[in-house]
């Protein structure tokens, strides 16, 4: 079973902080995502990657950056947090274009606050 | 760009009566997918469709991907409580990289 591990499940960070949330993948996938997730406005695509140190912006990446130096780990960076980063983030990884045939295996999220 | 738009974005049933969500993109597909999330969980692959007018079955779930693969539909017979959840729609097409585009989702909520 591919696995996508999260760092944390629950955080709680000030206005400002910089913050990392990390994901890591067991499955050799060459494609990560990062996600956020809010009510009402379903999955929006933050930053996405298709191999190591490689990214792309995605629809919202605004107050966001990502590393990938190696295959298994995709770093979702905030570099001052704001309380409108309030979210849960959701990590995803893939093998193959569209989904591939197994489709994006989600992490269990991380429900970041911001106070 | 690519658009994906899903309806409704919520439907109550009692238990035991169908549900159906819709899945429009305004772009021709290359595939289909669709995922669960239950509540409090995050979404889970459930079956992925790629030719015009295909049909999959999974027990009382039924996909289908339209003749101009531009949209899909999924429907549940005889709905139960372990239904509840968020069902996304994620199409595949000529955007950058062919990744998936998700749908806004449909919560389903069933009353026992």
């Known amino acids: 079973d591919v696995k996508v591990t999260q760092s944390s499940r629950y955080l709680v960070k000030r206005t400002g902080e910089k913050v990392f949330l990390e994901c890591v993948q067991d499955?050799?996938?060459?494609?990560m995502f990062w996600y956020r997730q809010d009510p009402g406005l379903g999955l929006r695509l933050i930053y996405f990657?298709?191999?190591?140190?490689?990214?792309e912006k995605g629809d919202i990446p605004e107050g966001y950056s990502v590393s990938r130096e190696k295959k298994e780990r995709f770093s979702l960076i905030l570099e001052s947090a704001s309380t409108n980063q309030t979210s849960m983030y959701l990590c995803?990884?893939?093998?193959?274009?569209?989904?591939?045939?197994?489709?994006?295996?989600f992490g269990s999220g991380t429900r970041l606050t911001v106070v | 760009g690519q658009q994906v738009m899903q309806i409704p974005q919520y439907q109550h049933v009692q238990e035991g009566e169908d549900f159906t969500t819709y899945c429009n993109s305004s772009t021709t597909l290359s595939n289909i997918q669709w995922y669960k999330q239950r509540p409090g969980g995050h979404p889970v692959f459930l079956i992925q469709l790629v030719k015009s007018g295909e049909v999959k079955k999974q027990k009382r779930l039924t996909f289908q991907f339209g003749e101009a693969k531009k949209n899909s539909s999924l429907h549940i017979t005889a709905t139960q409580t372990t239904d509840v959840g968020t069902y996304f729609c994620?199409?595949?097409?000529?955007?950058?990289?062919?990744?998936?585009?998700f749908g806004g989702g449909t919560r389903l909520m069933v009353k026992p």
């Open positions: 994620a199409g595949g097409g000529n955007n950058a990289g062919n990744m998936l585009t």
């Open positions: 990657s298709y191999d190591v140190k490689m990214k």
């Open positions: 499955m050799d996938h060459e494609n």
């Open positions: 995803a990884s893939s093998l193959g274009g569209a989904g591939g045939v197994d489709g994006y295996t």
